[in-house]
């Protein structure tokens, strides 16, 4: 299955098509029991290779299997405790719109991380910096294999997946994406994770020999709680990717999300992906039916993306999308989340 993107503009921004990033991944996947053999010393630091794999130094590397204890002892309590989809508990904190971590923590230990915005400790890597010092550090490869007891996995990238998200290998057992902005080439932002984590996600085609996590079948109150954590994390990096390209901030708008989640509910439930839905309604149309007035709209839209740092990513290395985005005109935004299905409205309001 495919990430897909779409966006539509009123008034400010040109109508566009559709997306269709090329990226095969599968569904996003549920929770599994398998656990990290927690690791508390790093070997020294060397050319990272896929069969000499070897950690960076970076203070957020350090975090991987570390418990909330100590997670606590060191940046306080989170601004808030988001619930994925995968069993993990993302704890989040922020500086404003400058600075953006999610901790992704189960059975009280850390187990996966995403960052982004300005003094973020990432040492010999740093976020901004171009794609060419990124590679030469971690040596990215078309193909990362991961293996737990005699089950392998080896992940397969695309030359567009290389270029816009690839994967590196710290350590047998820890993996980061980094998150290119492909328009400046500077590395945007970056994900921490597990081996186990990644599976749960599967972002990239994949040859294995072993098992496979379960696809999510969680409660519709799990849900609604999965996705109120999403909504609230689109928000969150929207500013910060604003704030890293010399935007204003947006301000969040209740009415307007409410829009928003409509739209990507009725997109999975009646199984169609477009800005327009099956009776002709497109978002002019939607935001009349909720009494919103505005001067200029727009929206943008993603599929099976496994979470909301992944669609922000999409959408940012995506032209149209990135236009609505970082447009200066937009005051205001909602976003709606339903299951994996992923809709931003933004708008500029009247004075």
């Not at 656990?35 to 590397?61: C, F, Q, R, S």
């Not at 171009?130 to 991961?146: A, H, I, M, N, Q």
């Not at 901030?249 to 997109?267: G, P, R, T, Y």
């Amino acid at each position: 299955m495919r990430f897909i993107l779409g966006l539509v503009g009123l008034l400010v921004i040109v109508a566009g098509g559709f997306y269709l990033l090329d990226k095969t991944p599968e569904e996003a996947i549920n929770h599994t029991a398998n656990k990290l053999e927690h690791k508390n010393n790093l070997v020294e630091t060397k050319k990272i290779t896929e069969h000499n794999p070897v950690p960076l130094d970076g203070d957020l590397y350090q975090w991987i299997g570390k418990d909330t204890d100590d997670l606590m002892g060191k940046f306080g309590k989170p601004v808030r405790k988001d619930m994925s989809a995968y069993g993990y508990v993302w704890w989040v904190y922020k500086k404003g719109n400058k600075q953006y971590v999610q901790f992704g923590v189960e059975d009280n230990k850390v187990m996966t991380i995403y960052a982004i915005g300005d003094n973020l400790s990432l040492e010999p890597i740093h976020l901004g910096q171009k794609y060419k010092g990124v590679k030469k550090t971690l040596d990215f490869s078309d193909e990362v294999t991961y293996s737990s007891g005699l089950s392998s996995y080896t992940f397969k990238l695309k030359n567009r997946e290389l270029e816009s998200r690839p994967l590196a290998k710290l350590t047998d057992q820890i993996f980061m994406q980094c998150y290119m902005d492909t328009f400046t080439n500077k590395l945007s932002s970056v994900r921490i994770a597990t081996g186990e984590v990644l599976l749960e996600h599967r972002p990239y085609a994949m040859e294995y020999r072993g098992k496979l996590p379960a696809k999510p079948d969680l409660s519709k109150s799990v849900w609604d709680k999965v996705e109120n954590g999403m909504e609230k994390q689109i928000f969150d990096i929207t500013n910060v990717m604003r704030s890293t390209h010399g935007k204003s901030s947006l301000k969040w708008n209740k009415e307007i999300s409410k829009v928003a989640f409509k739209h990507s509910k009725d997109m999975a439930v009646n199984n169609y992906f477009s800005h327009y839905s099956k009776n002709g309604a497109g978002l002019k149309e939607r935001l009349a039916s909720q009494e919103v007035y505005y001067r200029a709209a727009g929206e943008n839209i993603a599929a099976k993306y496994p979470d909301a740092p992944s669609a922000m990513n999409g959408w940012l290395n995506s032209k149209g999308h990135r236009e609505a985005l970082l447009n200066d005109g937009y005051t205001h935004l909602g976003a709606g989340v339903y299951h994996f299905y992923y809709t931003q409205n933004f708008l500029q309001l009247p004075r």
